[in-house]
């Protein structure tokens, strides 16, 4: 079973290589001047898939060297997982403005001001919830109890997310269940055996980590037809 880590990471780093390539090919197209948040979005998104792209390969060149991997991927985790929940939020806002039939602000460092008082306590409780991860892979906590105390500020934070974002347009209420879906699987997936649950951390992250990239990357392309 240990092999089925290795084999899917493999699979899942070609997967983040394809991505990451049509990613890069569509942030280079000209979209008209009201997807130009998403573009910035989708750059945010590219950042993390470099970044996932990095431990993928640092994986599996040192998979026959580390006994143990999963404690590694929560330092990939700590810099990835709140970008996108960053640039999710702000995804759901922008179409939140559309449906307002509004024009919103591409500065997001604007964005960042203005939503401030809801996405810090976002990123409080993201860190929360991979800080009890964390313990229980190294032993501090049992896992099962790591994940049920982890799944109180993930539950805390994506409420935070639907009630101040997702509810105000159809398309944010059908992401954020998958959204939310699926990182919820990270959580199940944490209390299993060893290998089974690298295999399935591999496969989740090519849902979580480039599902929405390739979502925004789609957007602005075909944007760019229609320009």
């Known amino acids: 079973m240990t092999n ?19 990613n890069y090919y569509v942030l280079k197209l000209q979209v008209p001047k009201s997807f130009e948040l998403l573009r910035k979005l989708l750059q945010l998104e590219f950042i993390v898939q470099i970044i996932e792209g990095i431990f993928y390969i640092w994986m599996v060149y040192n998979f026959s060297k580390i006994d143990n ?19 999710y939020s702000f995804y759901l806002l922008y179409l939140k403005y559309k449906e307002e039939n509004k ?16 996405l810090l306590p976002v990123f409080i409780l993201n860190s ?17 109890m790591a994940a049920f105390f982890g ?20 398309t944010g209420i059908n992401t954020f269940w998958y ?9 199940v997936a944490s209390v299993l055996p060893y290998s089974i649950k690298n295999v399935i951390y591999n496969i989740l992250d090519l849902f979580a980590k480039n599902f929405f990239g390739i979502f925004l990357a789609f957007e602005l392309f075909y944007a760019n037809k229609k320009n």
């Open 4 to 22: 089925f880590i290795y084999i899917t990471g493999v699979f899942s780093l070609i997967i983040q290589i394809l991505t990451g390539t049509f």
């Open 69 to 87: 991997i999963t404690h590694f991927r929560y330092y990939d985790w700590f810099i990835t997982t709140p970008t996108m929940l960053f640039t």
């Open 103 to 118: 024009e919103i602000n591409d500065n997001i460092f604007k964005l960042i001001q203005e939503n401030l008082k809801i």
């Open 128 to 144: 929360t919830m991979l800080l009890f991860g964390y313990l229980g892979e190294i032993d501090i906590m049992s896992t099962q």
């Open 151 to 170: 799944f109180i500020p993930f539950i805390s934070m994506f409420y935070i997310i639907y009630k101040n974002y997702a509810l105000f347009s159809q």
């Open 179 to 187: 959204f939310s879906g699926i990182w919820s699987l990270y959580g």
